[in-house]
C-alpha cells in the first residue's frame, strides 16, 4: 500500500541552526501538507500546498519557515533558525484532493536544544 | 475560532466490549469528518470518513455516527481488541475556503485484558 514517507525519523540540532525535514508523499496525490504535534497536544495545521505553491498557511508558519518541491516526488519543510519551541513531531500528509482523506508518514521528531 | 474536542481524555475498556469514543465541532460548516489512530510514536492512521450527506457510515469494525443538529460525531468500535489500544483523534475540515483540517486533541483507548 502506498505511503507518505519521512526523513529523518529524529533530528537534534542547536537553537539558531537551520533544519530541513524531508517527506516524500504518496505519488498520485497533489496536495500537501505539513502538521506538528507538540507532546500531548494537539495535531495543528502549518501549511498546505498545491500546484508548487503555498495555498494556506497558519499563524504558526512564519518567515521562518519554507517549503518546498524541489523535484517530483520530495516535499520539504525547513525551519531557518530554530527555536526551543519549535520542538515537536513534524507530520507529512498528503491527498489526491481537499477535502479528501489525508494520509500521514510517521514523522520527524525535532529535538532543539 | 474553530475546535473540534473530545469529551474523554482517557475510555478504559473491557477486551471484546465496544468502544464509543466522541467528538464535538464548533464550525457548522464543517462539511468533511475524518477518525484517525495514533500509536505511540507513529503517525496518524486513517480509519474511517463521512461526510455531511450521511449520519452514519460503516466499516470493518467500526462506524462512524454524525449528528449536524448538536454537531457531534462518534466512533463506535465492536469488540474491541489489544491491538486497538491508542489514541483516537477525529478531524473536521470544509469544502470551501480552507485547505486545513483541525484536528481534535484526542482520547487514549485503553483495552483492558
Known amino acids: 500500500e502506498p505511503e507518505v514517507t519521512q526523513t529523518p525519523s529524529h533530528q537534534v540540532t542547536q537553537m539558531g541552526q537551520e533544519v530541513i525535514l524531508r517527506c516524500v508523499p504518496i505519488?498520485?496525490?497533489?496536495?500537501f501538507y505539513w502538521y506538528r504535534q507538540i507532546l500531548g497536544q494537539k495535531v495543528e495545521f502549518l501549511v498546505s500546498f498545491y500546484n508548487n505553491e503555498i495555498s494556506e498557511k497558519s499563524e504558526i508558519f512564519d518567515d521562518q519557515f519554507s517549503v518546498e518541491r524541489p523535484d517530483g516526488s520530495n516535499f520539504t519543510l525547513k525551519i531557518r533558525s530554530t527555536k526551543l519551541e519549535d520542538s515537536a513531531m513534524y507530520f507529512c500528509a498528503s491527498s489526491t484532493d481537499r477535502n479528501e482523506k489525508l494520509f500521514f508518514g510517521s514523522g520527524t521528531q525535532l529535538s532543539v536544544l | 475560532g474553530e475546535s473540534v474536542g473530545l469529551h474523554l481524555p482517557t475510555l478504559s475498556v473491557q477486551e471484546g466490549d465496544n468502544s464509543i469514543i466522541n467528538c464535538a465541532y464548533s464550525?457548522?460548516?464543517?462539511?468533511?469528518f475524518i477518525w484517525y489512530k495514533q500509536e505511540s510514536g507513529k503517525g496518524p492512521q486513517f480509519i474511517i470518513d463521512?461526510?455531511?450527506?450521511?449520519d452514519k457510515r460503516q466499516g470493518q469494525r467500526v462506524t462512524v455516527l454524525l449528528n449536524k443538529t448538536v454537531k457531534h460525531l462518534s466512533l463506535q468500535i465492536a469488540a474491541t481488541q489489544p491491538g486497538d489500544s491508542a489514541v483516537y483523534f477525529c478531524a473536521a475540515s470544509r469544502d470551501s475556503g480552507t485547505y486545513k483540517y483541525i484536528f481534535g486533541t484526542g482520547t487514549r483507548l485503553k483495552v483492558l485484558a
Open positions: 463521512i461526510r455531511s450527506n450521511m
Open positions: 505519488s498520485n496525490h497533489l496536495y
Open positions: 464550525n457548522s460548516a464543517s462539511d468533511y
